[in-house]
């Protein structure tokens, strides 16, 4: 299928990193993925594994002078974000990328009505007239299933409900449709129910528009039915990527393995889950070797001194692991 696309964006090698008092934390540490127009990529992982930083990264929210991209480049459609002026950047986001951030409860503003947060970035960046903005604003309603959306511009975030306030935060995303759309955990303050929702929302969103996504996810399961491709993320880095069956039915990294055997499965009801043990590494000072060398039941002696080559299994297939090494399967089968 990817043959066939377009490749709209181009992570290479990103390097994040954040001053402190304590010192400087290595937050993405080598990062590199691509996108493809109308494809969903799902990026996965622990809390602070670098998730949220590598999407920031991409809209250009990195705060300064804390924050700093050290190195690598983020091509979007042929163009370098990491070396746009904040002018450059404010004509890219909420325009060719826009975001959708964790909490709907805290990413609307309480004091103006649902119309006028609609329609701002809509008046902002195509200068369009009152009118025209909102009848745009009345059909993004209807996109994201907002009943009555003629009335309910009028009305103010707290008159919504979690998942009524998600689905405008989405509509707010996509008003000056947009190429690219991230979304930042877009269903952890939601129950199960609106999560489906959401997720299927997502879907009917992309078959309509052909737009790209970005989902940001610490659950697996939340990804298994939307996503074309996961990243697994620890420590800052991708330690496997694939697409959806190979990382379901085939996943060769053993942090990956762990990640699937902690999700619920309703077809193993006696099985208890298998969390995994430990606590990921300290980014002030990383691991030279595998981070997941001290939480791995299959570590290896080259696993703390260096880190290991990526093995590529496939066309979308990667992992980074000494297991991939014909020489390391022979001494754990021996173990």
């Known amino acids: 299928m990817n043959d066939l696309k377009e490749k709209i964006l181009l992570v290479d090698n990103l390097q994040v990193s954040f001053r402190t008092f304590g010192g400087e934390v290595e937050a993405i540490r080598g990062v590199s993925f691509d996108l493809y127009k109308g494809e969903t990529l799902a ?138 759309l991230i979304a930042d955990e877009p269903t952890t303050a939601l129950d199960v129910t609106i999560q489906a929702q959401i997720l299927e929302l997502f879907e009917e969103i992309q078959r309509k528009t052909d737009i790209s996504i970005i989902l940001i996810t610490h659950d697996l399961g939340v990804v298994a039915k939307i996503a074309d491709r996961i990243a697994v993320m620890y420590a800052g880095k991708i330690v496997e990527i694939g697409d959806k069956r190979e990382i379901f039915y085939t996943p060769e990294h053993p942090y990956t393995k762990g990640l699937l055997n902690s999700v619920p499965r309703l077809d193993l009801e006696e099985e208890e889950l298998q969390p995994i043990e430990g606590t990921p590494p300290d980014l002030f000072s990383p691991p030279k070797g595998c981070p997941f060398t001290a939480r791995c039941d299959f570590a290896m002696e080259v696993c703390e001194h260096a880190y290991p080559f990526t093995a590529r299994l496939s066309e979308a297939h990667a992992v980074d692991c000494w297991l991939q090494d014909e020489r390391a399967k022979v001494l754990v089968e021996q173990r």
């Open 43 to 180: 990026i996965v992982g622990e809390s602070g594994c670098g998730k949220s930083v590598t999407s920031n990264a991409i809209m250009g929210l990195i705060p300064q002078p804390a924050g700093i991209i050290k190195n690598g480049s983020i091509m979007f459609k042929g163009k370098d974000l990491t070396k746009l002026s904040k002018a450059q950047l404010r004509k890219v986001q909420g325009v060719d990328i826009s975001m959708i951030f964790q909490d709907p409860m805290t990413a609307l503003n309480p004091t103006l009505s649902i119309g006028e947060q609609l329609t701002e970035g809509l008046r902002t960046h195509h200068k369009i007239g009152k009118q025209e903005a909102k009848k745009k604003a009345i059909e993004m309603l209807n996109l994201v299933g907002i009943p009555n959306p003629e009335e309910r511009l009028k009305q103010f975030p707290h008159q919504f409900s979690g998942g009524m306030r998600q689905r405008i935060v989405i509509a707010i995303a996509l008003i000056c449709d947009p190429e690219l």
